[in-house]
Nanobody, 119 residues
Framework: QVQVVESGGGLVQAGGSLRLSCVAS????????MGWYRQAPGKQRELVAA???????NYADSVKGRFTISRDNAKNTVYLQMNSLKFEDTAVYYCKCALDQGVRHTEYWGRGTLVTVSS
């Protein structure tokens, strides 16, 4: 069974930094894409950053230039380095892993890790 586990969330002051980690285990296949989503109170879940197995990345405009996504394929791990954090970055951050096998597309989600940015 595939398991997705996030870590690294916590409380940080505005202007500070955090690094989130996501470890995906239980699959013998490399995940085609891995990414981070977040959901703040009263808002819908939104894409923060994503990265393909080839290293191509996409970022939400709100985090571009501040956040960096990376992955270690050997460890099935994806990271999100968050710098210059703002109060509006406060949210539960979720890791998603996508696996493509022919015409089958499967997504796996972690339970989330809370990031709280204080002013």
């Amino acid at each position: 069974q595939v398991q997705v586990v996030e870590s690294g969330g916590g409380l940080v002051q505005a202007g500070g930094s955090l690094r989130l980690s996501c470890v995906a285990s239980g699959s013998i296949f490399r995940f085609n894409a891995m990414g981070w989503y977040r959901q703040a109170p009263g808002k819908q879940r939104e894409l923060v950053a994503a990265i393909t197995s080839g290293g191509s990345t996409n970022y939400a405009d709100s985090v571009k230039g501040r956040f960096t996504i990376s992955r270690d394929n050997a460890k099935n791990t994806v990271y999100l380095q968050m710098n210059s954090l703002k109060f509006e970055d406060t949210a539960v951050y979720y890791c998603k892993c996508a696996l493509d096998q022919g015409v089958r597309h499967t997504e796996y989600w972690g339970r989330g890790t809370l990031v709280t940015v204080s002013s």
